[in-house]
């Protein structure tokens, strides 16, 4: 069973958002994303400072079986990476919603973060996925 | 890939397998895959051309297997269950051929390990198998690879129909065990065009009865080309 922590916000992209106490959001990929892509051996992330729209990708997280894009959450300006994170993309596996942080973004506009799914949606949507998988 | 960046920007809706040849040898790498200098001169020495994928994973020489290619929407699927879709379809194919083929449960790879060539056995695809690749008994025989983008997904993997595992050595450099089998080890004789169409009747086969598959689109679009 995946793990969903209840202070984040969620995308239909298997990413989290953390709403930080200066209005910026940290950005990762949740429980669920790393396990299904499997060993994480690299990442390909923006340049600090680099614009960002919600919704389009902002770069690639390949794992021992699969290249697969990230997407930007929210519009905004990416503030920060997590360097330590893209030299040992283990961190991803072991610990997603702590160490194998990713990015972190200035919102454009911070209602947006409003929009993404809450802890109680987004297991509700994995539900929904994992019924979808078992019909076929 | 065209086909995909198609079916990306939604020119064509169509999904396809795929089933080719290589014109000769070549090595294709994955594409986050750092290529020294010392390969690339080997390679151009043995006149090997060296050609990046678009999808992630190490080394493969190809030239003397068939690869296949599968490009679908994967809806709700997860990297593990497409595998598994397109596995089912492999597993047919070969089974006609009387080789019992399964998805490997073999060596783990090991995260954090860089993607570097030449490292060792690690550096290429069949020097290494994980949970989604067809192995028979204990031998890899089908390595795969997947990008996803955008609701869609190309899979592509190469099936060797002889042993290249000298060629492969000799190219990447790797002194690990033999993990990998071949066609011609399996079913002496069977040429690439046999391989061809056992594959592309097990795709039908699996695909055709399921009773609700993601990617039954794709039966009929299917194309052979050899």
Redesign the interface.
Do not use: M
């Given at each position: 069973m995946s793990t969903v922590p209840q202070d984040l916000r969620y995308t239909r992209e298997h990413e989290w958002a953390r709403l930080e106490d200066d209005g910026r959001l940290t950005i990762g990929v949740t429980d669920f994303a790393q396990e299904q892509l499997g060993d994480v051996v690299f990442l390909d992330l923006p340049e600090v400072d680099s614009a960002v729209e919600g919704g389009e990708p902002l770069g690639e997280v390949e794992s021992t079986k699969s290249v697969s894009d990230l997407y930007a959450p929210v519009t905004g300006t990416v503030v920060e990476i997590n360097v330590e994170c893209k030299d040992n993309p283990a961190a991803l596996n072991q610990d997603p919603y702590g160490e194998g942080w990713l990015l972190v973004l200035d919102p454009s506009d911070p209602a947006e973060f409003d929009g993404l799914m809450t802890p109680e949606e987004y297991s509700q949507f994995l539900e929904e996925q994992a019924g979808e998988g078992e019909e076929g | 890939m065209a086909l995909f960046e198609n079916a990306i920007r939604k020119e064509s809706l169509r999904s396809v397998v795929r089933i080719y040849r290589w014109d000769g040898p070549a090595l294709s790498v994955?594409?986050?895959q750092r290529v020294s200098e010392e390969l690339a001169a080997r390679c151009a020495r043995l006149g090997v051309p060296v050609v990046r994928r678009?999808?992630?994973?190490s080394a493969v020489l190809h030239g003397r297997d068939l690869t296949y290619s599968v490009v679908a929407r994967h809806?709700?699927?997860?990297?593990?269950?497409a595998?598994s879709?397109v596995a089912r379809g492999l597993i047919w194919g070969l089974a006609l051929l009387g080789i019992d083929a399964r998805v490997g449960m073999g060596s783990?790879?090991?995260?954090?390990?860089p993607?570097t060539v030449p490292l060792g056995a690690r550096s290429a695809c069949f020097g290494t198998t994980?949970?989604?690749d067809l192995r028979v008994g204990s031998a890899k025989i089908c390595g795969?690879?997947?990008?996803?983008?955008?609701g869609w997904l190309l899979q592509h993997g190469s099936i060797p129909l002889a042993d290249d595992r000298a060629l492969t050595r000799r190219i990447l450099r790797h002194s690990g065990p033999n993990t990998s089998t071949c066609i011609e080890h399996l079913r002496p004789g069977t040429s690439d065009a046999e391989l061809s169409a056992c594959l592309v009747l097990g795709f039908e086969r699996s695909w055709g009865s399921?009773r609700?598959?993601?990617l039954e689109e794709l039966l009929t679009n299917l194309e052979c080309v050899e």
């Open positions: - | 994955g594409t986050h678009c999808t992630g994973g809806g709700t699927r997860g990297v593990l269950e595998y879709e783990q790879s090991t995260a954090g390990t993607v994980v949970g989604a795969s690879a997947q990008l996803r983008r955008r399921a609700e598959v993601a």
